[in-house]
């Protein structure tokens, strides 16, 4: 569907010269013919009023449809010698030079020279502002392009220029101007399943996920085998953690073209991120036997491997990635600048396979620098850095471990890990469910259960080589520990364990909430609560800086119902005209009155309407004492008043229990301590640490506003609950109002202890390697 013409185009220029003369002389006849045919009808641009003229013209037009780009040239240019104003042979030959190649800059110059010639002379043509477009969007020149097609559609509006357009502001990230431009162009052919495609892209990019899905299965109503509306399907359905019904689309993807290089790596990734290893690494494999140089494909077969123990296989398909060193002036891609911090870290992971988890500690171990870097993705330029020793030849891989090789009361272990790691999962959009981190953390909330339960028991524990009595932060390490080894892509590390360097200058968690046009629809439901949020916070702000303009701010306020027009409220104030920031605060339970930093939203704007709505918190060292020291506080209190409760199982011990395991996470998720996965980890602590006190979590975190039967709370993600609390007291409130506490089984003293069952990383990954799905079909003892 291109302004213009539609010959076959031959293959004469890979050739080189000499075949096109040959070519040309061979097909004089066909070409004569042609011309002749197309000059009678005047099917070429700028026909004139001379039969003579028209049939020279129309020979240059056939010479290009035919890939004769040079003789093409030679012909226009004889015609110009004679007559230098003649519109069709500019124009002709302007298209001659941008078909040659827009990889040499003289033929694009020469091309955007001929068409702005045949602009001058004759203004009123959309096509030729259409053709100088398409020059012009390759090279960069995004909004000289766009400038062009506008005026274009204004000469004379049509469904391919509107879908022109909008792709082109799709490329530039202005997804609601796109969303636009493919609507009109709808409008005009509403048969246009590629235009139907980009406007579900559209939704899609901007975290709309169920306006996205109408629009692609529309599309495949108007091309039933459209495979890139069914990969496009299969991405929208995974972003909603919706796992069936992605697996379903990206299956017909497949059906339809079992080579489609994409559709195996969005599967495979999805695959993978879902917990399913195995089936993950077919689908990388037989992308590099489509493509063996796909980096993305390439790092995750490595990846896969690692996490499933297979360390040989991983570090050979990691090494192969970091082989692709990027071009000079070319942008390394996410798979390479990754690719060496897994390597390193395979090794270390492989060196320590058969030693007890007990005995060593891998923040210690790892150097700073490297942690520093991994931890930001940052490219790997580590001054000094010495490598980690290669793979040591009598360390085996990891091998399958059956299920049935385990002993009844080790199967029926994982069995009931499986249940407490499903308890945990997100059921809000962008939260795929993954089996094997559900696994791992099911596992984590036992052994912590069974430590914090010797620990009241005045048992001591070892950790990091040394015995002695469980501290708040063994008891977090255990479930780091899990989280780690489920997903090794990730670097888990405890941020104050980071050089003092970059601790002094503050290591930041970042979340974007809207960036641009792109919304996160993982936290589509705190905005309400955060803009309330930012509105007390505006009006105190102006209370004592501005009290004259309180009234104006205070009205202008109410008007607000979206976090995009708090911007111009802002420009009450100078200093504020571009964006702000807003700091929450932590009121301490230590110290009554004293607050702490929480976190801090930013928001600022550019003229076009793009956006940044984030919120980060700033771990310094100074701000992580502070913290330090409520835990403290509170884990020996908690420490106490378990004993007592080992002692005695009054119902108010159980309770100032519990709200003390609660208040001392809602520090945690605060402070925020590690790099990644510090939400599931301090849920797996919650859990494992009521287990202990005799009380089980029952009910699942809640869906937000469709299920949830508290109007009042719309809670689906537990970090953010606890972020946007107003203390621990309101944070214990919201978490017990869902988890349906109840009295423990008492089948769960029965189990095997975890941490004397899986006691070194090769019995970690051979657990969550190994098959369970025979636990769904018999009774779990405790649900």
Same mark, same amino acid.
């Given at each position: ?21 040959? %070519? ?29 003229? @028209?049939?020279?013209?129309?020979? &240059? ?35 001659? +030079? ?70 082109? +502001? ?18 005009? @052919? ?33 091309? &039933? ?27 017909? &993807? ?105 005995? +060593? ?96 028991? @005045?048992?001591?524990?070892? %950790? ?33 364990? %980071? ?20 919304? @996160? ?263």
């Amino acid at each position: 569907d291109s302004s213009f013409l539609h010959f076959h185009e031959s293959d004469c220029d890979i050739g080189g010269s000499s075949s096109c003369e040959s %070519m040309l002389s061979l097909n004089t006849e066909k070409i004569l013919s042609q011309a002749k045919l197309l000059a009678e009808q005047k099917r070429f641009p700028f026909a004139t009023d001379n039969d003579n003229t @028209n049939e020279e013209l129309a020979i &240059a037009y056939v010479l290009i449809g035919n890939g004769l780009y040079d003789e093409a040239i030679r012909h226009f240019s004889t015609m110009l010698q004679e007559e230098p104003e003649l519109v069709s042979a500019i124009y002709g030959r302007g298209i001659a +030079y941008g078909k040659k190649g827009l990889h040499d800059m003289k033929n694009a110059e020469l091309a955007l020279f001929e068409l702005s010639r045949v602009i001058s002379l004759e203004p009123d043509h959309p096509e030729v502002f259409e053709q100088r477009a398409e020059i012009l969007s390759p090279l960069g020149r995004i909004s000289e392009a766009l400038s062009d097609l506008t005026k274009a559609i204004q000469l004379q509006p049509s469904a391919r220029l509107y879908r022109h357009r909008g792709t082109l +502001y799709f490329i530039s990230e202005d997804y609601a101007t796109a969303h636009e431009d493919f609507q009109h162009s709808l409008e005009l @052919n509403k048969n246009q399943p590629i235009a139907m495609l980009y406007k579900g892209l559209t939704f899609f990019h901007r975290g709309l996920l169920k306006e996205a899905i109408e629009s692609f299965k529309e599309a495949l109503k108007q091309k &039933a085998d459209f495979i890139d509306a069914y990969k496009s399907l299969g991405q929208a359905y995974r972003e909603l953690g919706n796992f069936d019904a992605a697996t379903e689309s990206f299956q017909k &993807a497949l059906l339809l073209n079992q080579n489609h290089v994409q559709t195996l790596q969005l599967k495979g990734m999805m695959l993978y991120h879902h917990g399913s290893l195995d089936e993950a690494l077919k689908n990388f494999k037989r992308c590099l036997q489509l493509e063996p140089y796909n980096e993305v494909c390439q790092y995750m077969k490595g990846l896969s491997h690692v996490a499933m123990g297979q360390f040989y296989e991983g570090i050979k398909a990691q090494t192969k990635v970091m082989l692709n060193d990027p071009l000079p002036g070319q942008k390394a891609s996410p798979e390479y600048l990754k690719v060496k911090y897994l390597r390193e870290y395979s090794r270390y992971l492989h060196a320590h396979l058969d030693t007890p988890l007990t005995e +060593y500690n891998t923040d210690i171990d790892l150097p700073g620098n490297f942690k520093d870097h991994w931890a930001k993705n940052l490219p790997f330029l580590i001054e000094n850095y010495e490598e980690q020793p290669g793979l040591q030849p009598h360390i085996k891989d990891v091998l399958f471990q059956n299920f049935e090789s385990y002993k009844p009361d080790v199967q029926e272990l994982i069995c009931v890990a499986d249940h407490l790691g499903s308890m945990m999962q997100y059921e809000t959009p962008g939260f795929l469910p993954n089996k094997r981190i559900h696994r791992a953390m099911g596992l984590a909330t036992l052994e912590v259960m069974q430590a914090v339960q010797r620990t009241w028991a @005045n048992s001591k524990v070892r %950790m990091n080589g040394k015995t002695r009595l469980m501290q708040w932060r063994d008891m977090f390490d255990i479930a780091v520990k899990w989280r780690r080894i489920a997903d090794p892509d990730q670097p888990v590390l405890w941020l104050d364990q %980071m050089p003092a360097r970059s601790l002094s200058r503050g290591f930041n968690n970042h979340i974007n909430l809207i960036r641009g046009q792109v919304i @996160n629809m993982r936290y589509l439901e705190y905005f309400e609560k955060i803009l309330h949020f930012i509105k007390d916070r505006i009006l105190v702000y102006h209370g004592a800086n501005n009290p004259k303009g309180l009234l104006e701010v205070r009205e202008a306020l109410e008007k607000v119902h979206k976090v995009e027009d708090l911007l111009p409220i802002m420009k009450f104030n100078s200093k504020t005209r571009d964006g702000f920031t807003v700091n929450t605060k932590v009121p301490s339970l230590k110290d009554q009155g004293k607050e702490y930093d929480g976190f801090t939203i930013t928001i600022t704007g550019d003229k076009v309407g793009n956006i940044l709505f984030s919120v980060e918190t700033q771990t310094t060292e100074e701000r992580t004492q502070l913290y330090h020291a409520e835990i403290d506080a509170l884990y020996k209190d908690l420490t106490a008043k378990g004993k007592i409760l080992i002692l005695s199982a009054e119902l108010g011990e159980v309770d100032a229990v519990c709200n003390l395991i609660l208040s001392l996470v809602y520090y945690f998720y605060n402070l925020m301590p590690l790099s990644r996965g510090s939400s599931v980890i301090a849920y797996s602590v919650i859990m494992g640490a009521l287990m202990a006190s005799g009380k089980e979590v029952s009910g699942k975190i809640p869906k937000g506003k469709a299920s949830i039967k508290i109007p009042k709370y719309t809670s689906s993600l537990v970090d953010f609950e606890a972020m946007t609390a107003p203390g621990s007291e309101a944070f214990s409130k919201i978490a017990r109002s869902w988890m349906n506490l109840k009295s423990i089984s008492p089948s769960y003293k029965s189990l095997p202890s975890v941490s004397e069952t899986f006691p070194t990383l090769r019995t970690m990954i051979e657990v969550l390697n190994t098959d369970s799905s025979h636990c769904l079909k018999k009774t779990i003892v405790v649900v």
